[in-house]
């Protein structure tokens, strides 16, 4: 159990439609980040928080938002959803970003568009 | 730009057998971090090392090993007397400081031991 957890684990919808999918980090880690995980694509890094303000962006469609809340966690918006969005959807934290730590891992959200 | 190159797709061994798994990466920092992680079929992602380019030794742990080598930009890994356990997706991946610590994988090396 790496302490990072992600709800929901399973998700199926539609195209066109809005999900949320949330990421709690392990305790005292102020990072957070976001990974997609697709066949074609292998794991794409999407966007990274640090304490409440996005440190680093990846290659996240504009169709995608999220934010981390002064609580720490974190959630990632995918809208207008398309099949190709299916995916497996990573949350990690870390410490420091700094520090060149490792990063501890959810066990992540599968996202279904059908 | 930095980049991590796994050009095993997938090894396949018998258990008991040794396997390697090769990584070489790209990049013009001096300062980065080089892990190793492990997906087993339930999906998760696993930590298992982490090295800084200032450290070059090798490390064993249990029946892995890893081979740290900054002359060929290589960070390759084995696993000694494989079991079926072992089978699973395994990735490596670069981070380095600029860039907030974000990892960039590889596209992953699938093993697969069979009994």
């Known amino acids: 159990d790496s302490g990072v957890t992600q709800t929901p684990k399973h998700l199926i919808t539609a195209t066109g439609q809005r999900v949320t999918l949330r990421c709690s980090p392990r305790s005292g880690d102020l990072s957070v980040y976001w990974y997609q995980q697709s066949l074609d694509q292998g794991l794409q890094f999407l966007i990274q928080?640090?304490?409440?303000?996005?440190?680093a962006k990846g290659n996240i469609l504009e169709r995608f938002s999220a934010q981390q809340f002064p609580d720490l966690h974190s959630e990632l918006n995918l809208s207008s959803l398309e099949l190709g969005d299916s995916a497996l959807y990573f949350c990690?934290?870390?410490?420091?970003?700094?520090?060149?730590?490792?990063?501890?891992f959810g066990e992540g959200s599968r996202l279904t568009v059908l | 730009a930095q980049k991590v190159t796994q050009a095993q797709t997938e090894i396949s061994v018998v258990e008991k057998e040794d396997v390697t798994l090769d990584c070489v990466y790209e990049t013009r920092d001096t300062t980065y971090y080089l892990f190793w992680y492990k997906q087993p079929p339930s999906g998760e992602l696993v930590f298992l090392i982490r090295r800084n380019s200032f450290d070059e030794q090798n490390e064993i742990s249990g029946r892995y090993s890893w081979n740290f080598q900054k002359s060929t930009s290589s960070f390759n890994f084995t696993i000694t007397a494989s079991q079926v356990v072992d089978s699973a997706v395994y990735f490596c991946?670069?981070?380095?400081?600029?860039?907030?610590?974000?990892?960039?994988f590889g596209g992953g090396t699938r093993v697969l031991v069979k009994p």
């Open positions: 991946a670069l981070s380095y400081k600029a860039a907030g610590n974000k990892l960039t």
């Open positions: 928080y640090y304490n409440g303000e996005e440190r």
């Open positions: 990690a934290s870390s410490v420091d970003p700094q520090a060149g730590g490792e990063l501890f």
